[in-house]
């Protein structure tokens, strides 16, 4: 038999316990051996449930305990998980997480110490929820040289913007709906300002490039100053307003950014809604292929983590990874082209003094005195450039190529 101990016994924590439970004939039968949760450590009791049983309050009963083989940290934050997932570690346990924010932080440091002491440490929960994205850029995609990664990472940010074009509702609603429903914490900043995305494009990118990439160093943007104006322009222009976090490979190196993107319906991250997420992945020989299903929720979420759990009993060695922990510096997305979708408030004739041939010029009765355009391809450094020096501009929005969706 299999021990295992759950660290943190929140939503997922408490949704991990569930699958093992509740599937625990089915993963005896694939693993060979039950799978069983011998200790969940928490500061809050939890009468009447299964997790009374085995609830313990004292980390060192599950570092000193010799049967357990695996543990599951789900606590979140930095203060106590890395501190405990090291200690685990360094005893030879091996931990699976679902702390992108652990992850992102100290998963370089973490990978090293488990590899130091034949362990493992995993962390497929930790982007995308229930999609198996890590897996895939591991295992099904080794014999690509990926070229570009792009998603919606966050179901939050989805939720709200897929309520906001499909209801007509503004941000702060939506927003509220959004906490209302659980999908969106009190504090929501990591959500709306775009942290939590960019540290999982930095742990996807990592794993894609074959190097370590600092979410320090990705640009990031929220989505704070979209209101209804942006949706409506958008739908005007056959589009959706998504968070997107891309990286990509250029001929001079890799570069990073997570930012509201208008998109068209060529792209299918336009079919995205609600609290779902999905990644694209390109590759030099397989081309675009994309991976969709649930960002977020206790059992989607715990799902992979028990696939990880699952993987680790299995492979009782170290499961091997070519990672590298080179840095990599990231470019610069001064030179990365594009159109942008502006709104203005000067003339047609100013707009193409100032930006070149403007196309898909759209009005909005209720707001007379401005219109949207789409400018030319343009490098960012030089209509940041031209934007800057432009009082006429009240707000502008990157709007995808049509080629970065094939």
Same mark, same amino acid.
């Given at each position: 038999? =299999?021990?295992?101990?759950?660290?943190?016994?929140?939503?997922?924590?408490?949704?991990?316990?569930?699958?093992?439970?509740?599937?625990?004939?089915?993963? =005896?039968?694939?693993?060979?051996?039950?799978?069983?949760?011998?200790? =969940?450590?928490?500061?809050?009791?939890?009468?009447?449930?299964?997790?009374?049983?085995?609830?313990?309050?004292?980390?060192?009963?599950?570092?000193?305990?010799?049967?357990?083989?695996?543990?599951?940290?789900?606590?979140?934050?930095?203060?106590?998980?890395?501190?405990?997932?090291?200690?685990?570690?360094?005893?030879?346990?091996?931990?699976?997480?679902?702390?992108?924010?652990?992850?992102?932080?100290?998963?370089?440091?973490?990978?090293?110490?488990?590899?130091?002491?034949?362990?493992?440490?995993?962390?497929?929960?930790? $982007?995308?929820?229930?999609?198996?994205?890590?897996?895939?850029?591991?295992?099904?995609?080794?014999?690509?040289?990926?070229?570009?990664?792009?998603?919606?990472?966050?179901?939050?940010?989805?939720?709200?913007?897929?309520?906001?074009?499909?209801?007509?509702?503004?941000?702060?609603?939506?927003?509220?709906?959004?906490?209302?429903?659980?999908?969106?914490?009190?504090?929501?900043?990591?959500?709306?300002?775009?942290?939590?995305? $960019?540290?999982?494009?930095?742990?996807?990118?990592?794993?894609?490039?074959?190097?370590?990439?600092?979410?320090?160093?990705?640009?990031?943007?929220?989505?704070?100053?979209?209101?209804?104006?942006?949706?409506?322009?958008?739908?005007?222009?056959?589009?959706?307003?998504?968070?997107?976090?891309?990286?990509?490979?250029?001929?001079?190196?890799?570069?990073?950014?997570?930012?509201?993107?208008?998109?068209?319906?060529?792209?299918?991250?336009?079919?995205?809604?609600?609290?779902?997420?999905?990644?694209?992945?390109?590759?030099?020989?397989?081309?675009?292929?994309?991976?969709?299903?649930?960002?977020?929720?206790?059992?989607?979420?715990?799902?992979?983590?028990?696939?990880?759990?699952?993987? $680790?009993?299995?492979?009782?060695?170290?499961?091997?990874?070519?990672?590298?922990?080179?840095?990599?510096?990231?470019?610069?997305?001064?030179?990365?082209?594009?159109?942008?979708?502006?709104?203005?408030?000067?003339?047609?004739?100013?707009?193409?003094?100032?930006?070149?041939?403007?196309?898909?010029?759209?009005?909005?009765?209720?707001?007379?005195?401005?219109?949207?355009?789409?400018?030319?391809?343009?490098?960012?450094?030089?209509?940041?450039?031209?934007?800057?020096?432009?009082?006429?501009?009240?707000?502008?929005?990157?709007?995808?190529?049509?080629?970065?969706?094939?």
């Amino acid at each position: 038999m =299999a021990k295992v101990a759950v660290m943190g016994c929140g939503t997922v924590g408490a949704g991990v316990i569930q699958v093992l439970m509740m599937n625990s004939d089915v993963i =005896a039968r694939r693993v060979g051996e039950p799978v069983e949760v011998v200790k =969940a450590l928490d500061l809050r009791e939890f009468p009447g449930t299964p997790i009374e049983k085995i609830l313990t309050h004292d980390f060192q009963d599950i570092l000193n305990d010799p049967e357990i083989s695996v543990v599951v940290e789900t606590m979140g934050g930095l203060k106590p998980a890395y501190q405990f997932t090291k200690q685990l570690l360094e005893a030879g346990k091996s931990v699976c997480t679902s702390n992108k924010e652990l992850v992102a932080e100290y998963g370089v440091e973490l990978l090293e110490t488990a590899r130091a002491h034949s362990a493992n440490y995993m962390f497929e929960a930790s $982007c995308g929820g229930g999609i198996p994205i890590i897996r895939t850029l591991n295992e099904s995609l080794t014999a690509e040289e990926i070229e570009e990664v792009t998603g919606i990472l966050n179901g939050t940010t989805n939720y709200i913007l897929t309520n906001m074009a499909d209801e007509g509702k503004d941000f702060a609603t939506a927003l509220k709906e959004a906490q209302d429903m659980g999908y969106a914490e009190l504090h929501p900043e990591a959500d709306v300002e775009g942290w939590d995305a $960019c540290r999982k494009i930095a742990i996807l990118s990592s794993l894609a490039y074959g190097g370590h990439i600092s979410y320090k160093d990705v640009m990031t943007e929220g989505i704070t100053a979209i209101d209804d104006a942006d949706i409506e322009y958008a739908a005007k222009l056959d589009c959706r307003i998504r968070l997107l976090a891309t990286s990509r490979r250029e001929k001079d190196g890799i570069w990073a950014l997570v930012a509201p993107m208008m998109i068209g319906h060529e792209n299918p991250l336009t079919a995205v809604d609600g609290v779902m997420n999905a990644v694209m992945v390109k590759g030099n020989a397989v081309g675009t292929t994309m991976y969709y299903g649930s960002g977020a929720g206790s059992l989607p979420t715990a799902s992979a983590v028990c696939g990880d759990v699952i993987e $680790c009993v299995r492979k009782q060695d170290v499961i091997r990874r070519d990672y590298s922990f080179e840095p990599i510096g990231l470019l610069s997305v001064d030179e990365i082209e594009r159109p942008f979708f502006v709104r203005y408030r000067g003339t047609e004739t100013e707009a193409i003094r100032k930006y070149g041939e403007i196309s898909h010029i759209t009005r909005l009765k209720k707001y007379p005195d401005e219109f949207g355009f789409l400018t030319p391809v343009m490098a960012e450094k030089a209509f940041r450039a031209a934007a800057a020096g432009d009082e006429s501009v009240i707000k502008w929005i990157r709007r995808g190529k049509k080629e970065e969706a094939e």
